[in-house]
């Protein structure tokens, strides 16, 4: 909590001294204030209808691998690889799609495949019992 709020004071300061108290809209600046990084980035960049990203989180990062929609070995990668499978239409839901498929159903520890909507088409339902 100390470093994070330590972020907050020192992304507002940047934001009065170099933005003229506006939240820059563009991934760069946006990147340069202390406490965001790619992710946050992207979610906000996506939800104010920007530029279409993809935030990858733990659970995107999961539901990904076990999709086969991706097989990077960093969030990043698995950003880039996501972009070139999804289609342009469903960028800009995506990764909401598959936060929710992971926080509710396909779960880290115990997935939920006897009730997931993809159990058909998931490459990774043979490793997990239900």
């Known amino acids: 909590y100390r470093t994070k709020a330590k972020n907050v004071i020192a992304a507002a300061r940047m934001l009065v001294n170099q933005h003229g108290g506006q939240v820059p809209l563009n991934r760069k600046d946006l990147q340069a204030l202390p406490g965001v ?16 990203a993809i935030a990858v989180d733990t659970h995107v990062f999961r539901v990904s691998h076990r999709l086969g ?47 997931c909507v993809l159990a058909d088409i998931c490459p990774s339902r043979a490793s997990f019992a239900d």
């Open 69 to 115: 929609l991706a097989n990077g070995s960093t969030p990043d990668k698995v950003e880039d690889q996501l972009h070139q499978v999804v289609p342009k239409k469903w960028l800009a839901k995506a990764h909401h799609w598959l936060i929710l498929h992971g926080r509710y159903t396909c779960l880290a520890q115990r997935p939920k495949c006897g009730g």
């Open 37 to 52: 990084g790619r992710k946050t980035a992207s979610v906000v960049l996506n939800e104010l209808d920007i530029e279409p």
